[in-house]
Structures are given as C-alpha cells and as structure tokens.
C-alpha cells in the first residue's frame, strides 16, 4: 500500500505528542506538517525522541492546513476550536479525513463517532471522525454489555490523572494545589455524562475527579439489575461481547490505573456483585492520553485510511 500523509494540528500538547510517537512508528504513515504556534520553527525530533527526521513544527492557520493536502488531518485542539479548520478543509474538497480529538463533534450526526470497540458497524466511510472523550470511553464500555439488564440509570465515580487536563493552566492541572488532594469538578453535567448518556441511548449519572498522579483513569460504575443476576453471568456478557477486541481486556479484578498508564489498552473488571444479586459494581481503567485518545485516534485513522484498525499499536 502507498504511504499516506497526515498533519497534526495541536502537535505541542500531551495528545498531540502521543500522536507522533504513533505515527512515527507507522509503516505506512509520513508525518507531513506539525502545527504549534508555541513551537512555530523548532524541530520536532528535539521534542519527540520517537521521530527521526528533520521536520520542524509550524504554526499552521486553517487555509495552510488545507493547502496542505494530506490524507488525514488530526485536530487536538482545545474544545470549540476545531470548526475554522474543518470548515477551511471543507472549502477545499479533496478526500482529507479529519479526525477531531475535541467534544466539538461528538454530537454531530454528520459525524462518525469513532468508538470502534462498540460502533464499529455504524461507520460507512465517513471521512469526519469525531474522536471519544476519555472518560466517554471507559463509562460507555463499562455499561454496553449489561444495558439491557438496567433497572435504573448507572452512576460512574471517576478520577482521572491531572493531564486530562490538558496544558493550559488551571486548577485541574497544577501539581501543588493537587499534591496530597482529590478535586471533585462538574458532578452533574460533565460532558462526558451527555456523550456517553447519547451514544448508549440512556441516561448514566458520571462525577469526575482529579487526582494527583499524571496520567490514567478509573471509572468505577453501580448497576442496579432489574432481575437479580450471577456474577458468572454478568462476566460472561462482557467476556462475549470483547472476546475478539485486542484493546479491551476483561479482567476478574477490580483492574488498577498504576497497571495501565503508558498502555494503549482499556482494562475492565471487578464485577463486585451485592448479596441479592441485584447490583453490580463495574471498574474500568485507560490511560487517557492512549486509548482515551491517542490510540483510539490511530484505531480510527487507519481505518479510515484502508490500514488495518492495529496498525503501529503496541498491543
Ligand atoms: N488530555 C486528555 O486526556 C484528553 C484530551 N482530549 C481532547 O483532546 C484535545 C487536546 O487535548 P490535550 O492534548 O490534552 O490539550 P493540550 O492543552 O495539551 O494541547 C492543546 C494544543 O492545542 C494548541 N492550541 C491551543 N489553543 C489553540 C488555538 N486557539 N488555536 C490553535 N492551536 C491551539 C496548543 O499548542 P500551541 O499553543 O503551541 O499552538 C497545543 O498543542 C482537547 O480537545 C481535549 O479535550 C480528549 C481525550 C483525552
Ligand atoms: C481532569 C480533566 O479536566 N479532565 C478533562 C478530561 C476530558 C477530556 O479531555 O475530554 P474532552 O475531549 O471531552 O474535553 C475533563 O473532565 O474535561
């Protein structure tokens, strides 16, 4: 297959760089533009230790991004800044995937939301992905097997490391007001409680946290049964419905987040059932920069690119 190309826009921040480190591996990917206006003109090889090549970064506006021609186009921009540049890209024509790591489209019918572990199917060759959020990922896979055995919407507890916050400044990702501290924020509303609550199609209830430690995330979900359940069975609809899925591992454990930072995998385990077999306790955890993000982001360019879904994913 011919060597395709694709640009990153938002290439300083912990995504972006995930992303090159993905890429650089790629046997059929070339990294054609980086794009940071913090970083405008130094090279990239003395930021990424993964590339090797002479490519420097550049500060890119929409029309340049779309002149640029590539063949798949990652935005890892902050959220409500992606649309000058799908509309520029748009404008263009041409046959540019854009893949968009923020919450700008994840509500966009036009939009294929690229979870493929449980959409796969719903994908038919659309050319705008919109990448799913961290938390999304881990609450939707934590409750998709067991959906239709709900009596009640499911409550997940999450808490995530501080660079699901990304590198602008805030409290949410300062080391010293986190030091030795748990930062309860949006407990009702976040947006990952309306992704995850559309893209299952029922309501779930998500309170999010931020922890002290840099990177990985757990979400910990209560299931109220309708009918009283096994434990044996609960684990079976997971084992079945992920059997096949090389990035998400069903565990028995209550899985740890220490086991999955730097790993491009999703763990998902626990299954604490009460004494009258009418709830369950489900926990899962990924690294927020990797299959929060990144990683899904490359499950979801290579597909739309004609690669095999794994390609350059260290499983
Ligand atoms: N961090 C995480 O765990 C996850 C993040 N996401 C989403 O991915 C996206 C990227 O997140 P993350 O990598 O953490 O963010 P960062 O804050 O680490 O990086 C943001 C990047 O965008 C660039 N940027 C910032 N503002 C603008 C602007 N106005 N115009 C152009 N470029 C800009 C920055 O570079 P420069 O200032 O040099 O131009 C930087 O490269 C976000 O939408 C986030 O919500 C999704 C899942 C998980
Ligand atoms: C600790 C922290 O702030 N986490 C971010 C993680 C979400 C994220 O990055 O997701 P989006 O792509 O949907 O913005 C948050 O809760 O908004």
């Not at 059929?28 to 090889?45: H, I, K, P, Y």
Request: with cysteine; proline share 6%.
């Amino acid at each position: 297959m011919d060597t395709k190309t694709i640009g990153i826009v938002g290439a300083r921040g912990h995504t972006g760089a995930e992303l090159i480190r993905l890429v650089a591996a790629h046997p059929g990917l070339e990294l054609a533009f980086v794009s940071s206006r913090e970083l405008d003109g130094q090279r990239l090889a003395d930021h990424s230790e993964a590339y090797r090549g002479e490519l420097r970064y550049g500060n890119l506006d929409p029309a340049a991004v779309a002149a640029a021609g590539v063949d798949a186009v990652v935005l890892a921009l902050p959220n409500g800044k992606a649309a000058p540049y799908v509309e520029a890209i748009d404008k263009a024509g041409g046959k540019t995937v854009i893949v968009d790591l923020s919450a700008d489209y994840r509500f966009d019918e036009r939009w294929y939301y690229g979870l493929p572990e449980l959409y796969r199917d719903r994908w038919r060759g659309e050319k705008r992905i919109s990448n799913p959020g961290c938390y999304a990922t881990a609450v939707q896979v934590s409750i998709a097997p067991v959906k239709d055995l709900l009596a009640a919407p499911p409550v997940s507890f999450g808490v995530s490391g501080y660079s699901g916050a990304g590198t602008t400044p805030s409290d949410r990702n300062d080391p010293d007001k986190l030091r030795d501290n748990l930062m309860p924020y949006s407990l009702t509303g976040h947006m990952h409680e309306k992704e995850a609550s559309r893209h299952l199609g029922l309501p779930v209830e998500f309170m999010p946290h931020v922890a002290p430690h840099f990177r990985g995330l757990t979400v910990t979900t209560n299931l109220y049964l309708a009918k009283p359940a096994k434990r044996e069975d609960i684990v079976r609809r997971f084992e079945a419905r992920f059997e096949k899925e090389a990035l998400i591992h069903v565990v028995d454990e209550a899985p740890w987040v220490s086991h999955v930072a730097n790993r491009h995998h999703l763990d998902v385990g626990g299954f604490a059932m009460s004494a009258d077999g009418r709830r369950v306790v489900v926990v899962a955890t990924l690294d927020n920069l990797l299959k929060g993000a990144a990683t899904q982001a490359m499950q979801n360019v290579n597909r739309a690119l004609g690669f095999d879904e794994l390609t350059a994913i260290p499983l």
